[in-house]
């Protein structure tokens, strides 16, 4: 059974951090593509950054510079650091899986407000 479980979500401040990390379980972690996608209340679910089993990273644009994503195959983890955050990024974080079949996680939330 495959389980991506997310953590590391919650409440900040405009300009402030959070780290996501999602724990995968069931797969080959290594040699899935792995990302993280956001979903925003009313608006579809977007991309945000993947990372290949290389290590090569993809940025949506809004994210570039501000968002790190990163993995550690010896912990079946990937993460995602996001600094400078905006209101606009609030949304629910899933993680994603992908090779012949894609995997969801459930979600964490991101909220960031004054």
């Known amino acids: 059974q495959v389980q991506l479980v997310e953590s590391g979500g919650g409440l900040v401040q405009p300009g402030g951090s959070l780290r996501l990390s999602c724990e995968a379980s069931?797969?080959?972690?290594?040699?899935?593509?792995m990302g993280w996608y956001r979903q925003a209340t009313g608006k579809q679910r977007e991309l945000v950054a993947t990372i290949t089993p290389g290590s090569s990273p993809n940025y949506a644009d809004s994210v570039k510079g501000r968002f790190t994503i990163s993995r550690d195959n010896a912990k079946n983890t990937v993460y995602l650091q996001m600094n400078s955050l905006r209101p606009e990024d609030t949304a629910v974080y899933y993680c994603?899986?992908?090779?012949?079949?894609?995997?969801w996680g459930q979600g964490t939330q991101v909220t960031v407000s004054s």
């Open positions: 994603n899986a992908e090779r012949e079949r894609n995997y």
């Open positions: 069931g797969i080959i972690f290594s040699i899935y593509d």
